[in-house]
């Protein structure tokens, strides 16, 4: 039967990208994660992983069930925690978020906070990211949902929770797909869509800007599904986070991605706020549920390995 135990270990090895590096995190042997994965493919009837050289990468299926898996682990930690946070914490909480963010990350832990603090207001306003930290330092908002590692200002802190892996959208068929590793320098060959939204094409050319090579940029736009469906039509390639990836376009074409051999970032999302600002209940509220989402691990009974 389905576990708590093969999610969290099949969890951790999607984030990490390695057993041995899951095993150490969890604090268990790699061969009790090897063989946590191993049932599951077999219950599911299909691969989770592709196993190559430099570790393991998620197949489609893999993509798709470790969205039902944070579902039900989210849902396991609710439950466990539910008990210590009886006492009920009120108040209005103001929170800033970049368009990437709350179009790809924040509906659903907002429904899942406002389903565990009922009694919080929470207010949510989309802006860039400069105009966030304006309004944090100005105190008009309490906190930012945000990509911390374009927060420059140093009157703002950061505290990061996630990160989402960098990897080359490529249409089907694409000569790329057949070679066994991918580097910058073959994206360079190719048209490029540069996205433009949230500093994306900041991000994109600090990395660049470390090899001796550069995008040939066809295309910047500020709209995802654009760069999804010029890379989908065959009109260019793109690196854009797994957290906006979707294996269609709208027109119903494939996209597939390659993680490349090159170092490339991940997107880093996590909250921002004033330094020095005191934490009013609300704000400790939603800062603890980020942290118990994705910093600390689910409780265990004594005794039994995490």
Known sequence: MLSIRQLKYF??????????EAAVQLNVSASAVTSAIRELEEMLGQ???VRQSRGVELTDAGRRFLSHAYNVLAAADDAMRMPREAASVAGLLSIAATYTVLGYFLPHHLQRFT?????????VHELQREMIEE???????DLGVLLTANVVNSEISTETFFGS???????????LLERDQV???DVAGEPYIMLTVDEAAYSALRYWGKTAHQPR???RTSSVEAVRSMVANGLGVAILSDMVYRPWSLEGRRIETVTLKDAVPAMELGLAWKTGATHQP???????YFRQSYLDPVPTAPGRAR
């Open 135 to 141: 309004g944090l330092i100005t105190n008009r908002y």
């Open 11 to 20: 969890s951790a090895v999607a984030e990490l990208g390695r057993v041995s």
């Open 183 to 185: 580097t910058l320098a």
């Open 217 to 219: 940029i066809r295309l």
């Open 115 to 123: 389903q565990r603090y009922p009694q919080i207001e929470v207010k």
């Open 47 to 49: 691969p989770l992983f």
């Open 165 to 175: 892996p960098r990897r080359l959208w490529l249409p089907a068929k694409h000569p």
């Open 282 to 288: 609300a704000m400790q509220a939603f800062r603890d």
